[in-house]
């Protein structure tokens, strides 16, 4: 079992920051890739970056340039800096790891994090 829990998430102007964390425990051994999705009110959920355990990311394009995603070497936290934030951006933000078993692969969703952009 692996658990995730996100951290950082909160109010901030169009055009602020804000970074989310989150701590990844567990059996992570076997994790190959870690990200991050969020769900507007309304809206289906969203991939919005990932990054695998060798360090290759990607980005939704929405948020390439403004947002970047990273990981520890330790792997058990992933981050998602968030810069230039528009009034499009607010969501629950969710951490994601993807864990190699005998049976397939497995993902764990974490409990999310909210994130407003407002003046």
């Known amino acids: 079992q692996v658990q995730l829990v996100e951290s950082g998430g909160g109010l901030v102007q169009p055009g602020g920051s804000l970074r989310l964390s989150c701590a990844i425990s567990g059996s992570i051994s076997s994790i190959y890739k870690m990200g991050w999705y969020r769900q507007a009110p309304g809206k289906s959920r969203e991939w919005v970056a990932d990054?695998?355990?060798?360090?290759?990311?990607r980005h939704v394009d929405s948020v390439r340039g403004r947002f970047t995603i990273s990981r520890d070497t330790a792997g058990n936290t992933v981050s998602l800096q968030m810069n230039s934030l528009k009034v499009e951006d607010p969501a629950v933000y969710y951490c994601i790891a993807d864990r190699a078993t005998n049976t397939g692969p497995e993902r764990y969703w974490g409990q999310g994090t909210q994130v407003t952009v407002s003046s």
């Open positions: 990054i695998t355990s060798g360090g290759g990311s």
